[in-house]
Structure formats: C-alpha cells, structure tokens
C-alpha cells in the first residue's frame, strides 16, 4: 500500500512560484507519478503527469510552460514547481501513483492535499 504526503503549498502573489512535494511511502520508481488539482466548488481535475523514468511528461493545457513536473526514485518522491502563478491556479494539490501516465487506475489512495493559494 503506497502512502502520500503532499507538501510544499502556501500563499502566494499572481506571478509568483511554489514548489509542491509528494513523498511516497512505499516504492514507486516502476510507476507514473501524477498531480491534479481541485478547486472550491469544482472537480478534480489533471495538471501533469511523469512516467516511472522521468523520460516523459504530460501537462493540462493551462499549465504547460509554467509548470514542471520531476521525480527522484532514490527519495520515493515528484515534485511540481510552479511558476508564473495565477489565481485559476489557487485549489488544493494531490498526487498519485499510477500504473501509467494516462491510467484510469490509480495504486493506492489520495494524500491528505496541499493548499496553494494565489492572490491578485
């Protein structure tokens, strides 16, 4: 059973960057590692993925060029910095572990969240 634990989010001005931290309790270099985000009042949605190598990335459409999504398999943990922020941006993050990017299936269950707040 993987266990997550996001970190790393906060408040922060339009324009600004956040580095956000998922650690990973158990093994997971032979999986995908993914982010998504859910605001107030709104589904969860898809920001970025990577595959178990780091050879491949995916991202949302509304972050590709701000966002990027990295892992280290030694530390068991993905990262997602954050740059350019927005106020769209502001929902609380989780991550997942998957058998692949684009999975519909997810190995274990979702982390506690971190709140990212972006103020105009």
């Known amino acids: 059973q993987v266990h997550l634990v996001e970190s790393g989010g906060g408040l922060v001005q339009a324009g600004g960057s956040l580095r956000l931290s998922c650690a990973a309790s158990?093994?997971?270099?032979?999986?995908?590692m993914r982010w998504f985000r859910q605001a107030p009042g709104k589904e969860r949605e898809f920001v970025a993925a990577i595959n178990w190598s780091g050879s491949t990335t995916i991202y949302t459409d509304s972050v590709k060029g701000r966002f990027t999504i990295t892992r280290d398999n030694a530390k068991n943990t993905v990262y997602l910095l954050m740059n350019s922020l927005k106020p769209e941006d502001t929902a609380v993050y989780y991550c997942d572990v998957a058998p692949s990017t684009t999975a519909t299936s997810r190995v274990g269950s979702w982390g506690q969240g971190t709140q990212v707040t972006v103020s105009s």
């Open positions: 158990g093994r997971t270099s032979t999986y995908a």
